[in-house]
């Protein structure tokens, strides 16, 4: 573990060099990541999809199988499920940017480990750098951990951190599963509006 730690890098600079080279940089040095075990079982690195000039970011858990197969984030079930919730915010196109703690699908669809998310969050950390956006939603608590693991979030409730707007809601995976938080997570977004309006 010591040597893969190691491995992972200094955050700050790996985060810098990539924000000074652009986007485009992002993109190609995770594509080209093998600073963890999960690029052993990544067919594609999923990267992100969505507004280069977004008003909300959303940060998810990992890539799943049709992820990994597509290389396109919330690419099934739970995609679907996240396009209904971005249609109730009244979102369009270019209002919203998604990706994930991780870009490469964990196998047997487990959660990132920590050390996993950490390798991973200097790409997260540059993406959120360039693209700026003026609120993250963390869609559940892996989300959560991986953005902010100093601090306990509510559902729901914005908060300040690190001189953005961050709001905790439901994976849409746990809206498939739990139909009943669809009626909880559409008040979370009412009571929330102004915050992307």
């Known amino acids: ?116 998310i950490e390798c991973c969050k200097p790409f997260l950390i540059a993406q959120i750098t360039l693209l700026n956006p003026r609120i993250i939603i963390l869609l559940g608590n892996t989300a959560e951990k991986s953005f902010c693991s100093e601090r306990k979030l509510e559902w729901g409730v914005p908060v300040e951190h690190k001189g953005r707007t961050i709001l905790k809601l439901y994976h849409p995976a746990a809206l498939i599963y739990t139909r009943s938080k669809i009626e909880i997570q559409n008040a979370f977004i009412d009571k929330n509006r102004e915050l992307w309006q």
Not at 44 to 69: L, Q
Not at 90 to 102: A, H, I, K, P, Q
Request: net charge neutral.
């Open 1 to 116: 573990m010591a040597a893969e730690e190691e491995n992972c890098g200094n955050r700050e600079e790996r985060v810098r060099k990539m924000v000074e080279a652009g986007y485009e940089t992002v993109a190609r040095e995770a594509i080209a990541c093998i600073r963890c075990p999960l690029h052993k079982s990544a067919i594609k690195r999923v990267i992100g999809k969505g507004s280069c000039n977004p008003k909300v970011f959303f940060i998810g858990e990992a890539p799943g199988e049709s992820e990994n197969k597509s290389g396109i984030p919330f690419y099934g079930r739970a995609g679907k499920q996240l396009d209904k919730m971005v249609e109730y915010m009244g979102l369009s196109e270019e209002d919203w940017f998604v990706t994930n703690t991780v870009k490469c699908h964990p196998p047997e669809n487990r959660r990132p480990k920590v050390h996993e």
